[in-house]
Each structure stands twice: as C-alpha cells, then as structure tokens.
T-cell receptor, first 112, second 113 residues
Framework: EDKVVQSPLSLVVHEGDTVTLNCSYE??????LLWYKQEKKAPTFLFML????IEKKSGRLSSILDKKELFSILNITATQTGDSAVYLC????????????FGKGTKLSVKP | DGGITQSPKYLFRKEGQNVTLSCEQN?????MYWYRQDPGQGLRLIYY???????QKGDIAEGYSVSREKKESFPLTVTSAQKNPTAFYLC????????????FGPGTRLTVL
C-alpha cells in the first residue's frame, strides 16, 4: 500500500530553536516530494524535491530528499512564532497521470 | 489577482440535506481537485478533474458528486449518502494533472448538525 508517514506528529519548541521534520514514503513510481505549510486554511507550497542530495532553501527553511532511503527532512532554523503551523509532506507518484498522497502532517508550535 | 476561491468559508447543514461547495480558479489551470481534511489526518482525495467535462473518483468518492462544465469551476456536492460529512474541504488546482505542484483554496468548513 502506498503511504507517506510524517514524524513527529506534533512538536513544541521555543523561539530560536532549530527543528527537523521528517517524512518517509513507500510509493510506486516516485516522481517528486512536496512540502506545504498550513496555518489556518489553505496549505501553501514550500518546496518540490525530485533529486537526491540537492538541498532546497528558502530563508530559514531548507529541505533535502534521500531517494535511496525514501525520506525527506524539512529544517527550520531560528524558529519564530510565525512558523507555528501544520507542515504537510506529499508525494507525487504513479504513471502518466500521477497521484498525490499526503502524510498526516506535523503540527509545530513555537512558543515565545 | 489570480488564485483559487472557495465559498462559503463556513457552512452549516442539517443531516439529510445535500449541500454544494463552490470552487473557482482564474489561474487557467486544467486540473482541479477536491480533498477532505479531518483533525489529525492528512488530506484525502475525493474527486479530481483533468479537463473540462471529465472527472475521476479519488480515494473517498462515496457520498460526493462533482461537475466540471467550465474550466474555472469545479463544484462539489456533499449528498445525504455521505455518512460523516462534517470536515474541512479543500479545493486545489494544477497546470495539468502531469504537473506536480497543486495550489490550494482557503477551504470550506462544513458542519452537519
């Protein structure tokens, strides 16, 4: 069965801490892995990863994919209260049409 | 100002009533999707449409119906056959179903009393 597993499911840190969120997957015909940030409503796109070992960065956020070990991490350095959100990992897989499967998300709470 | 809009933001209905959720996009995307999100759960795909006048069932289509008469619009009807309709519903679109990145609307929270 195709699946995406995120860990931890929830995390509480203090401002300034660095956090690492994990996403592992088992799918047929992997195509890409996506990270989204969901605050109150719509998930907003963060990164799309297709190649192993190439880090993508955006400000204090970075992400990397390991296609051999079938996982990705999302790092957030110097966390701020505005980083509090649910972080969703999704994997695009399959044939010509493709499907997107989501993990359950990691709820990050950043305390002042 | 391009994007995806969903309406209404909150919706309350009595048990046994059908209800239709609106989703509109002006991104000129071919593909559109409906997801359901329950507390502590990931997003689950209800229906998707790759092109106008075509749509396919997702993982949890039972009790739902859709139409795609226009490229910009992909309304979802939650029927009385859906056993647990109370949830947060998200609409998304992508340039095509072959392109990975999906962009999401703000969602509709449906509560069935």
């Amino acid at each position: 069965e195709d699946k995406v597993v995120q860990s931890p499911l929830s995390l509480v840190v203090h401002e300034g801490d660095t956090v690492t969120l994990n996403c592992s997957y088992e799918v047929t015909n992997f195509r890409s892995l996506l990270w989204y940030k969901q605050e109150k409503k719509a998930p907003t796109f963060l990164f799309m990863l297709t190649s192993s070992g190439i880090e993508k960065k955006s400000g204090r956020l970075s992400s990397i994919l390991d296609k051999k070990e079938l996982f990705s991490i999302l790092n957030i350095t110097a966390t701020q209260t505005g980083d509090s959100a649910v972080y969703l990992c999704a994997v695009f897989y399959g044939g010509s049409q493709g499907n997107l499967i989501f993990g359950k998300g990691t709820k990050l709470s950043v305390k002042p | 100002d391009g994007g995806i809009t969903q309406s209404p933001k909150y919706l309350f209905r009595k048990e046994g009533q059908n209800v239709t959720l609106s989703c509109e996009q002006n991104l000129n995307h071919d593909a559109m999707y409906w997801y359901r999100q329950d507390p502590g759960q990931g997003l689950r795909l209800i229906y998707y449409s790759q092109i106008v006048n075509d749509f396919q069932k997702g993982d949890i289509a039972e009790g739902y119906s859709v139409s795609r008469e226009k490229k910009e619009s992909f309304p979802l009807t939650v029927t009385s056959a859906q056993k647990n309709p109370t949830a947060f519903y998200l609409c998304a679109s992508s340039i095509s179903s072959h392109r990975d990145t999906q962009y999401f609307g703000p969602g509709t929270r449906l509560t069935v009393l």
